[in-house]
T-cell receptor, first 115, second 114 residues
């Protein structure tokens, strides 16, 4: 039982390049989330997927797109990377029993540097 | 809108001393409150959470937090710090109508000195 896994662990991009961050969970959770973490700002929600087949914007969605490929996988795509997207990206998942009280389980993160 | 403020971006204590990490929230509806811990180069893991019922919540690793509605606070404490407690701690709030969506504070880095 690996929990939440993310690939890659670290990535360097040039401005304008695109990339996809991958996330998978093996806990049979219905809900999945993408956050970014910046110094002094905590974690901010980019997008979330309450269940397979649905996605919604979070607090900072601009410049990102997501795909809920199946129940296990939730990917985050940067179409044209910008230096402002340099950050640590975390994927999380949770059961969908009682959404607002459920525990979210986090992956180890992807460190992205955009030059 | 809901928000979380963590007072003090860095807290330093001696091993064996009391740990107190402060969190205040604002929410227009009864909140659900969480403390998460992040060890270096790792993801976040849940320490404890308050939903309803008893206002003193006990979590893992000897941590506890008390929900005080009148003070809009949810401070995290541990009676005796251990070197292994050194990490970054995040307070978060969720509203009942915001399906699974957490709003995080900016984090507090705890340093434990020998």
């Amino acid at each position: 039982n690996a929990g939440v896994t993310q690939t890659p662990k670290f990535q360097v991009l040039k401005t304008g390049q695109s990339m996809t961050l991958q996330c998978a969970q093996d806990m049979n959770h219905n809900s999945m989330y993408w956050y970014r973490q910046d110094p002094g700002m905590g974690l901010r929600l980019i997008y979330y997927s309450a269940s397979e087949g649905t996605t919604d914007k979070g607090e900072v969605p601009n410049g990102y797109n997501v795909s809920r490929l199946n129940k296990r996988e939730f990917s985050l795509r940067l179409e044209s990377a910008a230096p402002s997207q340099t950050s640590v990206y975390f994927c999380a998942s949770s059961e969908a029993g009682q959404g607002w009280v459920e525990t979210q389980y986090f992956g180890p993160g992807t460190r992205l540097l955009v030059l | 809108a809901q928000s979380v403020t963590q007072l003090g971006s860095h807290v330093s204590v001696s091993e064996g001393a009391l740990v107190l990490l402060r969190c205040n929230y604002s929410s227009s509806v009864p909140p659900y409150l969480f403390w998460y811990v992040q060890y270096p180069n790792q993801g976040l893991q849940l320490l404890l959470k308050y939903t309803t019922g008893a206002t003193l919540v006990k979590g893992i690793n000897g941590f506890e937090a008390e929900f005080k509605k009148s003070e809009t606070s949810f401070h995290l404490t541990k009676p005796s710090a251990h070197m292994s407690d050194a990490a970054e701690y995040f307070c978060a709030v969720s509203r009942g109508t915001s399906y699974g969506k957490l709003t995080f504070g900016q984090g507090t880095i705890l340093t434990v000195h020998p």
